[in-house]
């Protein structure tokens, strides 16, 4: 049976309401789509730009019973929306990316175990779950990470002995951990992919990215990297995106090591910071893609219209507005919050190199 086309003037559901989903409902409005965007915040700049903003916690039956009611499929923008909220929402409507996805990306021992049996290659990693395991330790140097909640580089620490695992450890309230080795990388990509509702995957071309703290300041596009590095990144992120069966998009974040080997870092099943520089030199943005895909249209084109390359404006830097507006290859996208605190992601400008 062909797949149900959802058309224009069907509404789109988005749990969580930071940029990913804003950026995500100013796509959607564009193809004559309604958002109503779900989240606990009290501000919610997706909330602001939605048909309807339903503020209530993730564990609220009733609410979430009347959001499911009111809308044709669900997606979600952060991959830390609870599993069982998912789960409610996939007894009422189709929510696509679904929970497996969410699954996996919600504790990194569970990513990683699942990127390797689909054949992605991943630095060496460990649990570090209880003091026995810090003793069995020898991915090292590594880094030590928190299973769950870690973001932006959050929940991090660089170690080189057992003790500095323990002190690490400790640090973050021994609770379950991963340690990875530490990659000597040359650079960091990621690939972007979109699956559709028959199956059919696109990959936007794949991205470099700086990260600075642990947190992405700037991808360039085209990458500059030879063309096998380029398509074991692309092909890794196809596989990944077959193997989750998913429909919607998913973000790999990989490194390049200096010997030319790809290994996966880490996934999102939804738009990525690293995909922002296709709402203006992409023939399809990542938004637009992921609303074809959960609506059952054919995916756009992922045609490079100019290389470009993205800054993120971090806390104060957004300030800047007026030095952005003024250079005719910036592109200025601010995401509408209140408080610039450090370290928040406030806007970002994409410039046409
Ligand atoms: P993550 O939260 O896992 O995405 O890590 C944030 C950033 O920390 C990455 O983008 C890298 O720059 C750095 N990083 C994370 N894991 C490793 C690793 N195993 N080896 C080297 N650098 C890493």
Not at 105 to 128: C, N, S, V, W
């Amino acid at each position: 049976m062909a797949p149900k086309i959802l058309p224009p003037g069907s509404t789109i559901g988005i749990l969580g309401g930071g940029q990913l989903g804003r950026m995500t409902a100013l796509a959607a409005a564009r193809l004559g789509y309604q958002c109503i965007v779900y989240a606990p915040d009290d501000e919610s700049i997706a909330g602001q730009i939605a048909t309807v903003y339903v503020q209530a916690d993730y564990d609220d039956a009733l609410a979430l019973e009347w959001f499911a009611e009111h809308v044709d499929v669900i997606t979600y923008e952060f991959e830390n929306v609870p599993e069982a909220t998912v789960l409610a929402c996939e007894k009422m409507k189709p929510v696509r990316p679904g929970v497996t996805p969410i699954h996996f990306a919600q504790h990194r021992i569970r990513e990683k175990d699942f990127l390797r049996k689909a054949g992605i290659g991943t630095a060496d990693y460990q649990p570090i779950y209880t003091e026995a395991d810090i003793e069995k330790a020898t991915a090292l140097p590594g880094i030590l990470k928190t299973c769950t909640d870690g973001y932006d580089g959050k929940g991090q620490a660089k170690v080189a002995t057992r003790d500095g695992i323990k002190a690490a450890w400790e640090k973050f309230g021994r609770r379950e951990c991963i340690l990875e080795s530490l990659v000597d990388f040359q650079c960091e990509v990621s690939a972007i992919v979109a699956r559709g509702l028959d199956g059919t995957t696109r990959c936007f071309p794949i991205g470099r990215n700086e990260h600075r703290d642990g947190i992405l300041r700037t991808t360039h596009v085209p990458s500059g990297l030879d063309d096998a590095v380029i398509k074991k990144a692309e092909a890794f992120g196809i596989k990944l995106a077959e193997s989750l069966d998913l429909v919607g998009l998913v973000a790999l974040e990989m490194f390049v090591t200096r010997d030319g080997r790809v290994l996966a870092n880490e996934m999102a099943p939804r738009p990525h910071n690293s995909g922002h520089w296709t709402m203006d030199a992409c023939a399809t943005s990542q938004f637009e893609q992921l609303v074809r895909a959960i609506c059952g249209l054919p995916l756009g084109s992922v045609e490079v219209l100019a290389p470009s390359r993205m800054e993120n404006l971090i806390g104060d830097e957004a300030n800047d507005w007026m030095k952005y507006l003024a250079d005719p290859t910036a592109r200025l996208h601010l995401y509408g919050k209140s408080k610039a605190r450090p370290g928040r992601k406030m806007g970002h400008v994409t410039y046409l190199t």
